[in-house]
């Protein structure tokens, strides 16, 4: 699709879809608008990541108000970012299911109003789709740009979900693998908390790892730590977070009746990040190996997707590549996989990806939701 031009001081696109799209599933409050294909004509993300660093963790209640007082300057936001009015809107997109149940509401109330107030057609798209839609995202000047092919394998990997996602076309959903326990991000934001980083522990971990949080360089072979023994393709993670707590309270010399709580004062900076590097590089790996098998018992793929707010890790980023590269035959020895990994601002919550779920909706024929008659969904498996 060609961009027109710029028409009385506003963008303009001849016979150009656009999307309002938004997200408040967690902790971020967003809104985006997506023109066809996929491309990004705004995107807005207002974070509580620094209300919830000094709890640890997110508190439903709070998220729910802060969603509250951000959601309505937010969406304003987006539409002038992308130089629009509601009236240039065509459709409302909105995350409905899975997520936290207060924040869900003020997202899909606002969503229901403004669909019902601009009479525009409403899409409801779960989250989790919303993450893997992420890898159609574009800006403008990349209209031609390469997209994932079908059948594909999608690893959704977020703080609530571990997921192997096979997707034989647009809209078509199997999960044909999934944690058992803890979810990656999740076990990434506890070991976080053992070792004394910050909340979110992903992003903290990775850091200190690299030693780029002014700490030393961890080493990733220090501590060996074990792969869950689960056949086939679900996954586990919540032995790895024992694990890795037992190791700490050995290297520290301390009884196995230590709260986790107290370990963190006991480590020394190199221990901290060896620790970080050695649980990174483990967790990076599980996840691969699933992966592997995935593929070798679907020849057909044609593609990897990654998605899910873990799949910012450079250090996942670079064992993937380095799969690609494994043997003679390409990636986790298949020579005809493409691998995709969504830009690093769009892995995390967002609501561009949305609009890009929502976009191949509308390209395949789904039909919108009654914005007077939608209930969020908190538990709610992909579709
Ligand atoms: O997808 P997301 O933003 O929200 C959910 O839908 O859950 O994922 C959040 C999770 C958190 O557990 C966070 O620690 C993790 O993604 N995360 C990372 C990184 N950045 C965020 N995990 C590992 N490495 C990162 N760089
Ligand atoms: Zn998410």
Not at 152 to 160: C, E
Not at 173 to 200: H, N, Q, S, W
Not at 279 to 301: N, R, S, V, Y
């Amino acid at each position: 699709m060609a961009i027109e031009l710029v028409k009385d001081n506003k963008i303009w696109y001849d016979n150009f879809m656009k999307i309002l799209a938004i997200e408040s599933s967690c902790d971020e409050t967003a809104a985006a608008v997506i023109g066809d294909s996929g491309v990004i004509l705004s995107n807005v993300v207002v974070s509580q990541v620094d209300i919830f660093a000094a709890y640890g963790g997110v508190i439903p209640e709070v998220a729910a108000r802060s969603h509250l007082e951000a959601i309505l300057p937010v969406v304003h936001k987006a539409l002038d970012d992308a130089r629009l009015t509601k009236d240039d809107i065509d459709y409302i997109a909105v995350t409905y299911a899975p997520g936290l149940l207060g924040s869900l509401l003020i997202g899909t109330l606002t969503a229901r109003m403004l669909a019902i107030l601009w009479k525009k057609p409403m899409y409801a798209v779960h989250h989790l789709k919303s993450h893997i839609y992420a890898n159609w995202l574009r800006n403008a000047e990349e209209s031609g740009a390469d997209v994932p092919q079908f059948p594909l394998i999608a690893l959704v990997i977020s703080g609530g979900h571990t997921q192997i996602i096979y997707m034989s076309a647009h809209n078509k959903f199997e999960i044909i693998g999934t944690t058992r326990d803890d979810a990656v991000g999740e076990c990434f934001d506890k070991v976080a908390k053992i070792l004394g980083l910050p909340y979110p522990g992903g992003p903290a971990i990775a850091k200190c790892a690299a030693g780029l949080d002014g700490g030393c360089v961890g080493d990733s072979m220090k501590y060996k730590l074990p792969h869950p023994k689960i056949d086939g393709l679900d996954f586990s993670f919540s032995g790895l977070k024992t694990a890795v707590l037992r190791a700490v309270q050995a290297d520290c010399g301390l009884p196995i009746t230590t709260p986790s709580y107290e370990l963190a004062q006991h480590l020394s900076d190199q221990q901290r990040a060896d620790f970080a590097a050695a649980f990174q590089a483990t967790a990076c790996d599980i996840l691969l190996e699933k992966l592997q098998i995935a593929l070798q018992g679907h020849p057909e793929a044609r593609s990897v997707v990654f998605a899910g707010g873990v799949s910012a890790n450079q250090v996942l980023r670079q064992k993937a590549l380095e799969g690609q590269k494994m043997g003679s035959n390409g990636i986790f020895g298949r020579g005809d996989i493409e691998t995709y990994f969504p830009e690093p601002k769009f892995t995390g919550d967002n609501a561009a990806m949305v609009g890009a779920a929502a976009y191949f909706e509308i390209l395949n024929g789904v039909k919108p939701v009654d914005p007077y008659h939608l209930n969020i969904l908190p538990r709610t498996p992909i579709r």
